[in-house]
């Protein structure tokens, strides 16, 4: 649910981070932002929880150019990880433009992994968004730790919807400003479409 601010002449898509506990996701928006002018970002809200953190931010990104004379501003979002703060998830989830999945390449997370992403398509399904037509992509993190299992392997069991799949390091940024990209484009793409 993109908002028009007129006067601004901006655009304002809402990105949100989803996936299991201590996958990544708030490694992925603390990374974006430290590595983002200053010019470009707002100021990063840590919501913290007894074990775990939402954040968010919103940016304006200069490189990705406008839509009919606007210019795009994102405001990215991660939502807790824990089964525990579903109603947070749920909450976070309102209105969103576009989804990044960050998924964890350890086969002990696999499971946690695919619950995360059945319980991400019913909470889209209760704010009345379609899982097959928002934008989204699949990011495969902690691709540096040992044991990981194949990319091959985690698309087979992870992709939904042939959407795009980005390898990943949080911790490093490998990976990361590619994610958002990706998913920005697809957005991007959705507004052109829309009007």
Known sequence: MSFINFPAREINCKLVYYGPGLGGKTANLQWIYENTGTGQKGKMISLATETDRTLFFD???LDLGTVRGFKTRFHLYTVPGQVFYEASRKLILKGADGIVFVADSQE???DANQ???DNLKENLKDHGLDFNT???VLQLNKRDLPGVLPVEELVKQLQ????PVVEAVAITGQGIFETLKEVAKLV???LKKGG
């Open 108 to 110: 002990e997370r696999m």
């Open 134 to 136: 928002i934008p989204y």
């Open 188 to 190: 991007l793409a959705e």
């Open 59 to 61: 940016f304006l990104p």
């Open 160 to 163: 939904q919807k042939g959407e």
């Open 115 to 117: 619950e995360t992403i």
